[in-house]
């Protein structure tokens, strides 16, 4: 005796899943699978085919193919550049060279600002830069960039021109002057000079003469005036404000007299500093410099820079600097765990204000307040990779963790704020954490992640994507590929997606920015997917990133202006026409940076014969083959062997119309499914358990076509077939192939599974 049930297949919700158990297989998953897109209503379809662009064109890069394979080649970002919103500029960059195009074209790549024309930004090199835009001006920061870069979009003559910007702090540190902080000496260093005239004691302050007489004194500088009246000079823990008659009704009110400071009692504690601001990276060329000193300071130069930077709360955030400091002393800081951010950025000037506007050590206007400058540091942090702005907070991602910032009531402000741990998984690089709306997709080092706001407490908390789901296939993924993976959210079908490079020979040398590879997120249904671009056998484009493509394009149109229905004339007799912006919807947010030999241009799945770059291989593009692995499943018994007789198949009719090709009449867009039974678990065809491949996607009747222009109107919208399966076996899966240059809409199956009564 025989057993029987039914049961349907109706989605793939789940998507790839390689942390099943093979007994305890997820429904509606993939075991595996690649270059199938996973819908939104559960059903597959396969990708289109990576092609160039509709009119596109290449650009020639100027670089030889030595060049460009060590170098970089990235996208950023730039909207309405200068305030102008009928321009959002893509930023391709090729090495050390910035072109400029006009994402709001339908044609990017045909239509080049800057009078087509490249700026070069000295120095970057082949370094990651990261970008961020304030003002509707963009500013660059890079590890090998001295100082910040601002980027300005001139609107009428439509051109772009870059100056630097200057990183300026309060001596918060002051120099090694060798001395305890309350120790006053006899003698006077230089470096405890400075240290003393950037504790305020370098001002010209009212002093009373040495008799106290109520004769007032102009001391240029009360630290020899300190010295000649009591044989010591200050410590750092003297603050001159100490030594001034503060009684109200002496003749010497307000007035400096040394022997007042002495009769305090010395302090352990510095007092404050930062009465100098100077710059933060040539720190001892900056101090010589304010302080008037020729020599005999430590040069103290930070050789680092910053290699991100961000906006929020109205003030650009910098950070990211590789710490190595040269002729420093024992004050010299590390900028590796340290954040500086700005004043608030009324103008230009502000744009590397990091410090307070009022001097710390200034005895009237001293105060801190909200919209100055300054710098925090998170200790635990050991190397930050990229900040980045939420709605409510700023995201710090080091290489040993995620780190908040926050204000304390609501906004940021230099006040008050506080800094909280997310969590202890770092981040592989920069350009793979995608935002998502306020929340944040990475790659870690532990796997994929997703930071989202606690809905009580409001402050960020991480989650695992792919623990549950594809940690095997994350963990496989080579680590330099991870390093240099590129992340792009998009917004239209809410998922996230990563280019990388898992090819054996990928290097830092070859062609560090091309990918062969994608790993999709859909966030709706919290399941991955994959993608692999495939290449031609000679001179292959390659894809180096995402570019973010505006929703619409502005196109123009020329209409005739007419009165009633009479074109309205000039007195020359020339028709009056008139140019007008119409806003076209774009299907797609996203497109790919293309290098096409020594040359770029811009690319997208656009290819309906479902090859890769068949336009680059003048008219025969790189196959690729789309394939789905479902998952085991032993129908509620592992014990018994089970046969089915009959599976159904479901699928979406493609077939629109024929063409004439040859004196032939051929359908266009036509679909096939090749099927494959896979018996007991069996992973290769060696076991003898997997079944003979059959055409799944067929016609039930014939259909004659009345000619090409024919629509082929087969009257139903949903192909269904019945198929014999051959085999038997305690589990089934089954595996569905692509056939070259067709397509393929997958809805689902059914069968009945039919199991013997002996076990």
């Not at 400096?256 to 007092?271: A, C, M, Q, R, T």
Request: glycine share 8%; aromatic share 12%; charged share 15%.
């Amino acid at each position: 005796m025989a057993v029987s049930g039914e049961k349907s297949y109706k989605t793939f919700i789940k998507g790839l899943v390689t942390e099943a158990n093979a007994l305890t297989f997820p429904e509606n998953a993939s075991v595996d699978e690649d270059n199938f897109a996973l819908m939104r209503d559960g059903s597959r379809s396969r990708r289109l085919g990576v092609d160039y662009e509709s009119g596109y064109t290449l650009k020639a890069s100027g670089f030889t193919s030595a060049q460009l394979a060590s170098g970089r080649q990235d996208f950023y970002y730039w909207p309405s550049p200068g305030g102008d919103k009928t321009v959002s500029i893509g930023i391709i960059r090729i090495n050390d060279k910035l072109w400029f195009v006009d994402l709001l074209k339908t044609t990017p790549s045909a239509n080049y600002l800057n009078g087509g024309n490249s700026i070069t930004i000295s120095n970057l090199g082949s370094a990651q830069m990261d970008t961020a835009v304030i003002n509707n001006k963009l500013v660059i920061v890079s590890e090998t960039l001295p100082i910040p870069i601002l980027l300005t979009y001139d609107v009428s003559t439509k051109l772009v021109s870059q100056t630097t910007i200057p990183i300026n702090v309060r001596d918060i540190w002051g120099v090694d002057d060798g001395l305890a902080v309350n120790t006053r000496p006899t003698t006077l260093s230089t470096t405890h000079r400075y240290n003393l005239k950037n504790q305020g004691w370098s001002r010209s302050v009212q002093s009373a003469n040495s008799s106290y007489n109520s004769t007032v004194v102009s001391q240029p500088d009360c630290i020899d005036y300190t010295f000649a009246s009591k044989g010591v000079y200050p410590s750092n823990a003297d603050a001159w404000t100490q030594g001034k008659d503060t009684n109200p009704s002496s003749g010497n009110y307000e007035l400096y007299y040394p022997p007042i400071l002495f009769n305090n009692s010395v302090s352990n504690s510095y007092v404050a500093r930062g009465n100098f601001v100077i710059d933060a990276f040539n720190r001892g060329t900056s101090r010589l410099s304010k302080s008037g000193i020729t020599s005999g300071l430590p040069l103290d130069k930070e050789n680092g820079a910053f290699s991100t930077v961000a906006t929020y709360a109205q003030r650009l955030f910098y950070s990211g600097v590789t710490s190595t400091v040269t002729s420093g002393d024992a004050r010299s800081p590390s900028y590796s765990s340290f954040l500086f951010f700005t004043a608030v950025v009324t103008n230009d000037e502000k744009l590397g204000f990091c410090y307070m506007e009022a001097d710390p050590t200034d005895s009237r206007i001293n105060d801190l307040v909200s919209s100055d400058g300054g710098t925090i540091q998170i200790p635990e942090a050991t190397q930050i990779v990229k900040i980045s702005p939420s709605k409510a907070s700023l995201l710090v991602f080091a290489e040993n963790g995620v780190w908040e910032v926050y204000g304390d009531t609501g906004g940021f402000n230099a006040t008050s704020f506080q800094v909280g741990k997310v969590s202890t998984n770092g981040v592989k690089n920069a350009k793979g954490i995608v935002n998502v709306n306020g929340n944040f997709v990475y790659w870690s080092n532990a796997g994929i992640y997703m930071l989202s706001p606690d809905p009580i407490s409001g402050r960020f908390k991480a989650e695992s994507l792919s623990l549950p789901t594809i940690q095997t296939l994350y963990l496989n993924i080579p680590e330099l590929a991870k390093t240099n993976c590129k992340g792009f959210f998009d917004e239209k079908e809410n998922r996230v997606r990563w280019l990388y490079n898992d090819s054996a020979t990928y290097s830092s040398s070859n062609y560090l920015s091309k990918c062969n590879r994608e790993l999709v997120l859909d966030l709706t249904l919290k399941s991955f997917y994959t993608n692999t671009i495939s290449d031609l056998a000679n001179n292959s484009p390659a894809i180096c990133d995402y570019i973010s493509i505006p929703g619409f394009a502005v196109s123009q149109l020329d209409t005739t202006v007419t009165s009633g229905v009479q074109d309205v004339i000039v007195t020359s007799g020339a028709t009056v026409v008139i140019t007008e912006d119409v806003l076209l919807n774009r299907s797609s947010l996203f497109s790919f940076l293309t290098l096409a030999g020594t040359s770029f241009t811009i690319s997208k799945y656009i290819n309906r014969s479902f090859t890769d770059w068949q336009t680059a291989g003048n008219g025969t593009g790189a196959n690729f083959t789309s394939y789905l692995v479902t998952g085991y499943d032993s129908y509620t018994d592992l014990m018994r062997r089970k046969q089915v007789p009959y599976i159904f198949f479901y699928f979406l009719r493609t077939e629109d119309g024929f063409s004439t090709v040859n004196g032939n009449l051929e359908i266009d867009n036509p679909s096939s499914a090749i099927v494959q039974a896979q018996w007991n678990w069996a992973n290769s065809a060696a076991s003898g358990h997997w079944g003979t491949p059959f055409q799944a996607y067929r016609f039930t009747r014939n259909y004659i076509p009345t000619g090409a222009s024919d629509s082929f109107d087969y009257g139903e919208a949903v192909i269904i077939t019945k198929n014999k399966l051959r085999g038997s076996g305690k589990s089934l899966s089954l595996k569905i192939t692509s056939e070259a240059g067709k397509d393929m809409k997958l809805l689902g199956w059914a069968l009945s599974a039919v199991a013997t009564t002996k076990v």
